[in-house]
């Protein structure tokens, strides 16, 4: 096992050399199957298994990044915790990034929390710099809403860089059998407040197509597949005037 993965994400840092920019495709933290990981995916895992994370712009080349989750489950299943590995490159601007995460779920309540340390590799004309991330998410079950908060803290370790402090918090409720509604932000310090809509429909619980938009009018499209133990998700943004964007996982469990 520590053979694979020492394998994977030689073969992410040397052929992907790595991202530091690419900002991640916004997602709902009180949406099911969710956690503070940074796949913000499996929020309780009924198995264990690898998530596969790859993302970039549709209208270039030179911002990509990939990654790689592996997620362990206690036998009780309240117990997640895994390794997460990720590689990624924006601009000629390269980086690298490890990190552990767990999950302890409290009936009702799910407290998630992830540390990871980067290294960015901007090139011959700026200094290596390396940040330290610190996540922590809370997710607690109304009567028909699922809530949750996740607290986001970014650390350089060079007094130049600045630090990131952000709240993502989120609403889910599930309408009817096949419809699922989801309301959240993200509030930084630093940035503007950015507030998202969705709306998520599944046929036979094997297929999602989800629907996004921001208060920008920015739409995102997302699809979702799954085949026994292997699922898909597929996810596209749309930014008018902006380099549109993808992103994908497959997990195999």
């Not at 009936?107 to 200094?127: C, T």
């Amino acid at each position: 096992m520590r053979v694979l993965l020492s394998c994977l994400f030689l073969g992410c840092s040397l052929a992907v050399q790595a991202q530091f920019s690419l900002n991640p495709v916004p997602t709902n933290p009180a949406e099911p199957n969710r956690c503070v990981a940074a796949s913000n995916r499996g929020l309780i895992q009924t198995d264990p298994g690898f998530l596969i994370r790859t993302s970039g712009l549709i209208s270039g080349f030179d911002a990509y990044s990939c990654g790689l989750d592996w997620i362990q489950v206690e036998a009780s299943q309240t117990w997640n915790y895994g390794l997460q590995l990720h590689a990624s490159q924006v601009a000629g601007i390269s980086s690298a990034q490890g990190g552990l995460f767990a999950v302890k779920k409290w009936k009702p309540f799910s407290l998630a929390m992830a540390m990871g340390y980067e290294m960015a590799f901007p090139g011959a004309d700026y200094p290596r710099y390396s940040l330290l991330h610190t996540n922590f998410q809370l997710s607690v079950p109304l009567q028909h809403w699922q809530f949750a908060a996740k607290l986001i803290l970014q650390v350089p370790l060079q007094h130049e860089q600045a630090s990131l402090k952000a709240l993502d918090i989120g609403l889910h409720r599930q309408v009817n059998e096949r419809t699922y509604l989801g309301l959240y932000t993200r509030q930084e310090l630093q940035a503007p407040s950015v507030y998202f809509f969705s709306i998520q429909r599944s046929w036979q619980q094997k297929t999602f197509l989800e629907l996004r938009i921001n208060q920008q009018a920015h739409l995102g499209v997302g699809i979702q597949w799954m085949r026994k133990k292997t699922q898909i998700r597929l996810f596209l943004q749309y930014k008018p005037f902006h380099l549109s964007r993808w992103q994908n996982e497959i997990l195999v469990a």
